[in-house]
């Protein structure tokens, strides 16, 4: 008994403590095929040493929770990817997937992030990847498709082998920058390899995109936006830092979904939404009154929701028009009744004319033509989704690695900050390379004014580079790079050219001194590459806004 007691922590522990070092705990196998998973070590280096197992379970569950949290489901300020996504676009931007280039087959795609990057389940990764290509999700699609990658009323995409993938154009506003400096990298998981902990994102993705997760004790809801209207926003805020949410809001109308719709909340209730980073926006589906012959008309909805189907619409209307007694009672309820004789008074059909060139087309026939549109039209949103909540929650994991709850100013003001210290690092590595550049040049200038007395010192010295370093006083950098240039590399013309380069070299490099030295000229050079992204990418608004009483 003792030995129970000991491990619920509540009895003598000195028998179970001496039996357990009778025995030595066997040894892990390599490659981690024996003893604890990695994520649940001994919280102790001594195996004979007890522990009680609630203290084990509840510092093991947190450890769970911080991991579900930080690398799995919640989106980073920085670039708005989770970790899987980032870790996806990251892969395929180096094994060369990009916009132009030939489509890859996913499964391919998805065995090179598992092997190299996220040693986690095949399916958790195509499907980041299939959500990261769909355009009815993504407001800014980072994947191009081929094949089957699921459609609004929610089937499933193919099977990654049927599927192929590559970047889209777009995907270059977070990834071009990856190899300048711009972030840090830290070991995969098996440390054979190196991976960006953020990708370099020019524009604030995770207001473009947004984002959904749950994870250990929270939540997150991110609407997309429009790409000109956050691109105003990031400026302004550039330009003045103490812009208030009503000054953001100036410019950012309201979130821009990908299948269009339209918000009928308040611009008031918008406002306290951004300003507390939770609320929700009430979303109406668009229609359009279609007239027919002999006087009949149909009313057709050609834009949803976000996360409504055309078949779930039609699953609602079917549940009304054919109800079942619900759990419990042999008969249906007096409101059932209501409601069923209701829609089978003013809706005649409805059906699906969804296709390739109308992505949402779902038709509703009145009962005949003098039911009253506005009766008709108020039922249908009133008792289906064509009329929704869309939950907004700005949770999301801040440039200090933590996951919290902002709102619209923070977000844009945390973005800028990560951008501004992008851009330096970028600026930095980029001077590096040119002082290298300028410095090597320089060294090149006095060889090929003393070409005779190189060429001697080369040929009869015991130790050319020494000789050279102490005649020249050169450093070792020129003195190895005049050792590996060719004879004809000593021509006249490249003088000429070498003194071209040295010269907007020099010239470059004062303008790069100036944007580390000057915070204006940073911020101007922040701005206008955002402007030059919103003009390269930017659309019109697909989401209309304009403010309506509930359908009841």
């Known amino acids: 008994m003792s030995d129970q007691k000991d491990l619920f922590g509540n009895g003598d522990t000195a028998v179970a403590d001496k039996k357990r070092k009778t025995k030595a705990a066997p040894p892990a196998a390599a490659g981690g095929g024996g003893g604890l998973p990695p994520h649940f070590a001994p919280l102790s280096g001594d195996l004979g040493e007890s522990l009680p197992l609630g203290k084990y379970a509840s510092a093991q569950y947190l450890q769970y929770a911080i991991a579900t949290v930080k690398d799995r489901a919640l989106p980073r300020v920085g670039d708005g990817q989770k970790p899987v996504q980032g870790r996806i676009l990251f892969s395929m931007w180096i094994s060369n997937i990009?916009?132009?280039?030939?489509?890859?087959?996913?499964?391919?795609?998805?065995?090179?992030?598992?092997?190299?990057?996220?040693?986690?389940?095949?399916?958790?990764?195509?499907?980041?990847?299939?959500?990261?290509?769909?355009?009815?999700?993504?407001?800014?699609?980072?994947?191009?498709?081929?094949?089957?990658?699921?459609?609004?009323?929610?089937?499933?995409?193919?099977?990654?082998?049927?599927?192929?993938?590559?970047?889209?154009?777009?995907?270059?506003?977070?990834?071009?920058?990856?190899?300048?400096?711009?972030?840090?990298?830290?070991?995969?998981?098996?440390?054979?390899?190196?991976?960006?902990?953020?990708?370099?994102?020019?524009?604030?993705?995770?207001?473009?995109?947004?984002?959904?997760?749950?994870?250990?004790?929270?939540a997150t809801e991110i609407p997309s936006h429009n790409l000109n209207e956050v691109a105003a926003a990031t400026i302004a805020m550039i330009r003045d830092p103490d812009l208030n949410i009503t000054g953001l809001m100036k410019h950012i109308k309201g979130p821009d979904f990908p299948g269009g719709a339209q918000i009928i909340t308040p611009r008031v209730e918008l406002k306290e939404a951004y300003t507390s980073g939770r609320g929700s926006v009430r979303v109406r589906a668009r229609w359009s009154i279609e007239r027919l012959a002999r006087g009949q008309w149909q009313m057709v909805v050609y834009e949803l929701p976000p996360g409504i189907s055309t078949r779930k619409v039609r699953e609602e209307i079917d549940a009304i028009a054919n109800p079942q007694p619900r759990a419990g009672k042999k008969s249906l309820a007096l409101e059932q009744t209501r409601e069923k004789q209701l829609m089978l008074s003013m809706l005649d059909r409805e059906r699906d004319e969804s296709d390739r060139t109308h992505p949402v087309r779902l038709v509703f026939e009145p009962k005949t033509s003098k039911v009253d549109e506005t009766e008709f039209i108020n039922l249908l949103l009133a008792k289906t989704s064509l009329e929704t909540n869309v939950p907004i929650n700005l949770v999301m994991i801040g440039l200090d690695g933590r996951p919290t709850g902002k709102n619209l100013r923070d977000i844009i003001s945390e973005w800028a900050q990560f951008r501004?210290?992008?851009?330096?690092?970028?600026?930095?590595?980029?001077?590096?390379?040119?002082?290298?550049?300028?410095?090597?040049?320089?060294?090149?200038?006095?060889?090929?004014?003393?070409?005779?007395?190189?060429?001697?010192?080369?040929?009869?010295?015991?130790?050319?580079?020494?000789?050279?370093?102490?005649?020249?006083?050169?450093?070792?950098?020129?003195?190895?790079?005049?050792?590996?240039?060719?004879?004809?590399?000593?021509?006249?013309?490249?003088?000429?050219?070498?003194?071209?380069?040295?010269?907007?070299?020099?010239?470059?490099?004062?303008?790069?001194?100036?944007?580390?030295?000057?915070?204006?000229?940073?911020?101007?050079?922040?701005?206008?590459?955002?402007?030059?992204?919103?003009?390269?990418?930017?659309?019109?608004?697909?989401?209309?806004?304009?403010?309506?009483?509930?359908?009841?």
Request: overall charge neutral.
């Open 98 to 218: 990009r916009s132009g280039t030939k489509r890859t087959k996913s499964a391919a795609v998805v065995g090179d992030v598992l092997g190299k990057l996220h040693p986690h389940g095949d399916q958790s990764v195509y499907d980041a990847l299939v959500r990261l290509a769909q355009d009815f999700t993504m407001r800014y699609p980072l994947i191009d498709g081929e094949g089957n990658f699921g459609s609004r009323d929610g089937d499933e995409a193919a099977a990654y082998r049927y599927t192929e993938a590559r970047l889209t154009k777009f995907a270059e506003v977070l990834l071009a920058e990856i190899d300048q400096g711009t972030v840090n990298f830290i070991p995969n998981y098996d440390g054979t390899r190196q991976e960006p902990t953020m990708l370099p994102a020019r524009l604030p993705i995770v207001l473009l995109n947004g984002a959904s997760g749950i994870a250990v004790g929270m």
């Open 420 to 552: 501004f210290a992008t851009v330096t690092r970028r600026t930095q590595h980029r001077l590096t390379q040119v002082l290298d550049r300028v410095h090597v040049l320089e060294g090149r200038m006095i060889v090929l004014l003393n070409v005779d007395k190189v060429i001697k010192i080369i040929r009869k010295a015991d130790d050319p580079k020494a000789e050279l370093t102490k005649a020249f006083n050169l450093s070792e950098r020129q003195a190895d790079d005049i050792l590996d240039i060719r004879l004809r590399q000593l021509a006249k013309l490249e003088h000429i050219k070498i003194e071209q380069e040295l010269k907007d070299l020099q010239k470059e490099q004062k303008g790069l001194e100036k944007i580390l030295g000057e915070p204006k000229a940073l911020a101007d050079l922040v701005i206008s590459e955002i402007a030059d992204d919103a003009k390269t990418f930017g659309d019109k608004r697909r989401t209309r806004i304009e403010e309506s009483e509930k359908a009841v």
